[in-house]
């Protein structure tokens, strides 16, 4: 997130009052700095609503909302300006899911714009050929082979093409200009940049964009991209066949497979194996949502691929077996749930056009009973705990042995629109670490994926389970995003979502037990500190939530520790809305993680 204004401003923009809680604490219980001018947390008012991570993102799809587009409209630019202000987890080379409700016909769809695999992606892939052991992480990430088929771009050209009013080039202006004249450095962009100057300075673009006189930018300067504001005029002009099969395709495909390396490093910078023919033909993919009934509510996710809905779906279902008034009783619960549903994740979810997903029995009652059953009140489960059994019944617990959590980078970001008409959009897209790759097109201004390492390196399922997320040519590699929508007798009641690898699902989870369950308004729910159980020794957390509820957890059981990161300490960065009738939106972004989120509408009140 960013403490930043574009130094091209768009419009100026009424801002409602902030109302995020006074007693903000950062998640190591430190008071909360407030958020830059004209940065908020909440707003509440009507005409259509924004939440991202940064500022200049929120304002760019406000405008689109306040010159009459929709919520699609409104999402695509806010996505598009997130390219810019947020090139390390936003670029047009990575991917992401889409989730939308459409107020005229009152249904859910989703839209998989998750990166594949190229043509010549074996099960073998990241498997070293001189040892036969595993590539080490750090070498698989920076290089040719961890880059899938980007899916950005065919996300926003397909929902605009079902349900927008605006054309993709007028939604890429605001966006261009930014590119263009530049936004202002701060410490976060500062701070990220840093993070990854020893591997950008070894590839040549990527060091000439992100480390100007071979540093990373200095806070307070203004750092501007001229080459994606090209790109972004190319692709308004040619559209987006010009990325899927044009020249630009083939630029992407050269650069993955020869990735423009310093001659002079020592690091081993492998090329990847990405044809032109791969780009042209991906495709982003109409699903059906996943669906489960909470409390009388209705919750939408995104299906596998993606592991969010059908975790978030099954969590909730072992939960709603429960009474959940009790903070402690309800958080020890939610822990537990969590940790039984990312059992049966790791074992069951994958691509479904290569395996066979059980998604209809893992979000059923019967199955989510046979797991509740197992659930302790005053005792946790020791992790890595088994997946259930699909054909089980009654309670018997699950044989066998568990699964260690697979590595999913947590640099991501989510974004949430609605509109006038009461259309709804919920957004994450990513390029899976802080850089993805590290390798910048040439010329083009925009970094790509490391996606492919979300693939399982060997299979690491437990004995009699086969891996359902190895590699395989044009296969979509398990993701833990999870943008959800909440019904209520079929209208909208709220959509949210968030950032994280795999403690998306968990982020998610927490904030709708949050909310539903004990009480809590939307800014508290997301405010509120976090702890994330993914099948783990240890349950992780944030400070604050130690300090509130350890000690009562720990007497149950729970074996917990500060979440390691990054950013250490600090789990998630939500962005959501809620309807609060009448016509009234609430657009709620965090208040203090990760420098603050930016949530506005378009007429607030007063």
Avoid at 19 to 47: C, D, H, L, N, W
Wanted: net charge neutral; charged share 20%.
């Amino acid at each position: 997130m960013r403490r930043r204004n574009a130094v091209l401003g768009l419009a100026a923009l009424a801002l409602a009052t902030l109302t995020a809680p006074a007693e903000a604490r950062t998640a190591s219980g430190q008071p909360a700095v407030a958020p830059p001018q004209g940065k908020q947390a909440t707003a509440v008012g009507y005409g259509g609503a924004v939440s991202s991570v940064d500022l200049d993102a929120t304002k760019a799809g406000i405008e689109v909302l306040r010159r009459g587009g929709n919520a699609v409209d409104a999402a695509v630019a806010t996505a598009a300006m997130l390219g810019v202000t947020e090139p390390y987890v936003a670029a047009i080379g990575g991917g992401g899911f889409f989730t939308y409700y459409d107020a005229r016909t009152h249904k859910v769809s989703t839209i998989d714009g998750r990166e594949t695999g190229p043509a010549k992606m074996t099960k073998d892939f990241f498997i070293d050929p001189k040892t036969g052991k595993p590539l080490s992480f750090d070498e698989a990430v920076t290089s040719g082979l961890s880059v899938g088929v980007p899916g950005t771009l065919a996300t926003w050209d397909s929902a605009l093409s079902r349900f927008g009013s605006r054309s993709l080039g007028s939604l890429l202006r605001p966006a261009i200009g930014v590119a263009d004249h530049g936004f202002t450095v701060d410490q976060e962009f500062y701070d990220q940049t840093a993070l990854n100057a020893d591997r950008f300075k070894d590839i040549v673009p990527t060091r000439e964009l992100f480390l100007p006189g071979g540093k990373p930018p200095a806070v307070g300067s203004t750092f501007r991209n001229p080459d994606l504001a090209d790109t972004y005029r190319q692709i308004a002009r040619r559209g987006v066949d010009w990325f899927y099969g044009g020249g630009l395709g083939t630029e992407i495909s050269g650069t993955v497979r020869k990735p423009p390396v310093d001659p002079a490093t020592t690091r081993n910078i492998r090329p990847g194996v990405m044809e032109t023919s791969d780009i042209a033909a991906y495709h982003a993919l109409r699903r059906s949502p996943t669906h489960v009934n909470y409390r009388g509510l209705d919750v939408y996710g995104m299906a596998p691929p993606s592991s969010g809905g059908s975790t978030v779906g099954e969590a909730l279902n072992i939960m709603k077996q429960f009474d959940l008034h009790d903070p402690v009783q309800a958080l020890h619960t939610y822990l537990e749930a969590s940790r039984l549903a990312y059992a049966d994740r790791g074992a069951y979810v994958g691509d479904p056009a290569y395996v066979d997903v059980p998604l209809k029995t893992l979000l059923s009652d019967g199955f989510a009973s046979s797991r509740a059953c197992l659930i302790k009140p005053d005792e946790a489960a020791k992790s890595p705990v088994p997946p259930g059994d699909l054909n089980g019944h009654g309670c018997a617990t699950p044989q066998g042995t568990g699964q260690n959590l697979p590595y999913e980078g947590p640099q991501t970001t989510h974004l949430v629109t609605a509109d006038r008409w009461g259309n709804v959009v919920s957004y994450t897209l990513t390029l899976e670490q802080f850089g993805g790759s590290g390798i910048t097109v040439p010329h083009r201004g925009f970094l790509l994926n490391n996606e492919m390492t979300d693939f399982d390196f060997t299979s690491s399922t437990p004995a009699g389970y086969p891996d359902p997320n190895l590699p395989a040519a044009g296969k979509r590699p398990r993701s833990s995003m999870a943008p959800t929508i909440v019904l209520k007798n079929g209208r909208p009641f709220l959509a949210v979502g968030s950032p994280g690898g795999s403690t998306i699902i968990t982020t998610v989870l927490q904030i709708l037990l949050n909310r539903i369950d004990l009480g809590m308004t939307l800014p508290q729910a997301v405010a509120a500190p976090r702890a994330t159980q993914r099948n783990t020794a240890q349950t992780f957390a944030e400070q604050a939530f130690i300090d509130q509820y350890g000690a009562a957890l720990k007497a149950k059981g729970h074996d917990l520790a500060v979440f390691p990161g990054p950013p250490a300490g600090v789990i998630g960065a939500a962005a959501g809305v809620e309807f609060l009738g009448g016509g009234r939106l609430q657009a709620v972004a965090e208040p203090v993680r990760r420098h603050g989120g930016s949530a506005m509408v378009v007429s607030p009140s007063r």
